[in-house]
């Protein structure tokens, strides 16, 4: 077995965890748990940062003691780890006995390793208590950084670590591995500022007293970076004596995820410390992007927090974790809306992935008894688009382009929903029953959503695994030889369930949501009456054109519609109205009456076997007391209608976007 070695940056513990300490942790626990599938012998770190300036002033506005905060809140990081069925191995506290042994450890070989790397000096500059470190002047206006955060003139004395001299072996060791930081653009920005030419670093100070007490001189605490950095060896056991069985199995590490804000930290001041003290370098700096909320970074000194346990309980965690995943473009900063959040949970988890799950099943349920089918595939569209995609995942997940990867896996989605569509099982039953044929067409569709469930495992490991268990397969199947096709069991029991992801009213949700914002903000609520239709959300803004006067919507409101193309099975005139006719339409998956008013263009027997797009999920209406469930696309022109029509080859069922 390969070792793979993943740590997250560890968060400070002076707040509440927040959406961005969730991401960091849910991309490493994909990466972790597709290492671990891959045949990895992996160790993910997680953990806190407890020691600074920033804890110790917390604390005392609080009135409590640094360690009382520190233990309430890393209650909170380990309940929201769980939650989100995060799979870290270990979790490291700086105010562990083992992390305050490898800080000591490390300083120790530095003096040992280059003596005069170290040395006691006096330092005056900005301090930025928010990001526990010194701002150059030219980046300081009006008492702020360029960052917003407040910053106060320091000075006092300080052991100094030597930065400047690693200036030409940090450029050399860029320039022999450019995989070093990751995506590119970090690199670049990370050898610009080398290549500016590194000062002397401060790693002590004297005003704080909250940390580990520097060796030989107890009034200087050690520093937050030489300090922080080092809970990814001492997690490791670094320094606890001769034998260090983790250190010198999983040292060092592939893979150190961390926000783009910190990439320098990483990729300059950790691999001096480790070049100071003889100690191997990590392989690779990965720094993500933010997540925004009006185009801000989220943060808690910005008071646009978005906290991740009202989402949890209203979803699931699998639904946050995949929206996280397959919105924001890793390496990249997305802005955060509860819009966009909804959108994506009705249309791609309770529609696309949920109802042809629920599809699958019941066919299966309803042709051969609650099982398997007894005959395997024959070649097939589903087949031949699960052996292209499933490579093209693979190397998606290895290049950490995780949204390329889900959409891939929803393209074989998309290839299931058409071959049910086009071998219209439900007609083929009618005629011939549960014969050899159906078998496969049915076979072969549930197969197709056992490799993206399995494909899905990382991202949603919990609805991944019940998928799996409904399928009849084997919930704990999911490495890399389950991607393979051939791998659901014939005659084995199904499971039909309620809908893994049952959608969302977005308007009601939206709106009682706002109230109970107000209410928790002590403004005056507005009552809830039983049968209450919520106010609709103002529409967001949006770039694309419209006409003077009319009302914008967004995007995510227009995936709500669902279009799908349909045939017109059957169609008459509705008694005592010259405009309204009755059609029995099919979209594949159901047939349904639609009454429209399209009577004065149209006569019901030119309608018979037309194909035309519906609007599939409107709320039934009663027309003439015809119960109508949808509503057919037609244009107006000098108030006839026009029938939006599709090429006839189109299959019934495909979604018009």
Not at 336 to 354: H, T, V
Request: proline share 6%; hydrophobic share 35%.
């Amino acid at each position: 077995m390969k070792k793979f070695y993943l740590t997250t940056a560890i968060n400070y513990v002076n707040d509440d965890p927040h959406i961005g300490h969730m991401y960091e942790a849910v991309v490493a626990d994909v990466i972790a748990r597709h290492r671990r599938r891959m045949g990895d012998d992996v160790r993910f770190l997680t953990g806190t940062d407890e020691h600074g300036q920033k804890i110790e002033r917390a604390a005392a506005k609080e009135g409590v003691l640094p360690i009382e905060l520190a233990d309430r809140v890393v209650s909170r990081h380990h309940d929201l780890l769980k939650r989100l069925n995060i799979s870290n191995d270990d979790f490291i506290r700086t105010t562990e006995a083992r992390h305050r042994i490898g800080v000591l450890e490390l300083i120790a070989r530095i003096q040992e390793h280059t003596p005069d790397d170290i040395y006691l000096g006096e330092h005056s500059g900005w301090y930025c208590s928010n990001e526990e470190t010194f701002i150059a002047e030219n980046q300081v206006k009006n008492g702020v950084d360029q960052d917003g955060h407040k910053v106060e003139w320091t000075t006092e004395s300080n052991y100094f670590f030597a930065l400047s001299r690693y200036t030409e072996r940090l450029l050399k060791h860029y320039r022999t591995h450019p995989e070093f930081v990751w995506p590119p653009t970090r690199l670049n920005e990370v050898i610009a500022f080398v290549e500016q030419g590194l000062k002397d670093l401060s790693i002590s100070r004297s005003s704080i007293k909250w940390g580990i007490p520097f060796p030989g001189n107890p009034d200087h605490v050690i520093y937050v970076w030489m300090e922080a950095l080092t809970n990814y060896i001492s997690a490791l056991g670094f320094g606890s004596g001769d034998v260090q069985p983790n250190f010198e199995k999983y040292w060092p590490a592939e893979m150190h995820l961390v926000g783009k804000d910190i990439v320098r930290f990483h990729a300059v001041y950790w691999p001096a410390f480790l070049m100071a003290a003889g100690v191997e370098l990590p392989q690779r700096v990965v720094g993500h992007g933010f997540w925004l909320r009006d185009q801000q970074k989220i943060s808690k000194s910005l008071g646009n927090v978005v906290r991740p346990y009202n989402i949890i309980d209203d979803f699931g965690a699998d639904a946050l974790r995949y929206y996280v995943m397959r919105e924001m473009v890793f390496g990249q900063d997305q802005d955060y809306s509860d819009q966009s959040l909804l959108a994506r949970y009705n249309s791609d988890l309770a529609n696309d992935l949920g109802n042809t799950l629920s599809r699958a099943l019941k066919m299966s349920n309803d042709y051969f008894g609650g099982k398997t089918p007894p005959t395997s595939c024959d070649d097939n569209d589903v087949l031949r688009q699960a052996r292209a995609v499933v490579p093209q995942y693979l190397r998606q997940m290895d290049d950490l382009a995780f949204q390329r990867a889900i959409e891939t896996a929803w393209e074989l989605l998309s290839t299931i929903n058409s071959y049910i569509v086009g071998r219209e099982p439900w007609r083929q039953f009618k005629q011939t029953g549960a014969d050899e044929s159906l078998s496969r067409v049915i076979w072969n569709c549930l197969e197709g959503v056992r490799i993206v469930c399995v494909m899905m495992a990382p991202f949603i490991p919990a609805s991944a695994r019940e998928g799996l268990s409904r399928l009849g397969s084997d919930p704990d199947r999911i490495d890399a030889a389950a991607l393979e096709w051939g791998g659901l069991p014939n005659n084995t029991p199904i499971r039909i369930g309620d809908a893994i992801f049952p959608r969302v009213d977005v308007a009601q949700y939206i709106g009682e949501k706002k109230m109970d914002e107000n209410e928790e903000s002590g403004r005056p609520a507005r009552p809830r009456e039983t049968g209450e239709t919520p106010a609709t959300p103002p529409p967001i803004e949006t770039t694309q054109a419209a006409p003077p006067g009319m009302a914008k919507i967004s995007i995510d409101q227009f995936m709500e519609v669902d279009l799908r193309v349909a045939e017109i099975k059957a169609a008459e005139r509705v008694p005592k109205s010259k405009k309204l006719i009755k059609m029995t339409v099919s979209t594949g998956d159901d047939e349904r009456t639609i009454v429209g008013g399209i009577g004065t263009k149209y006569t019901p027997e030119e309608l018979v076997g037309r194909k035309v797009v519906i609007v599939a999920n409107l709320q039934p209406a009663k027309l003439m007391g015809i119960e109508s469930n949808g509503m057919v696309l037609a244009a107006s022109i000098d108030g006839e209608p026009s029938l939006v029509s599709v090429d006839p080859s189109t299959p019934n069922g495909t979604r018009v976007r």
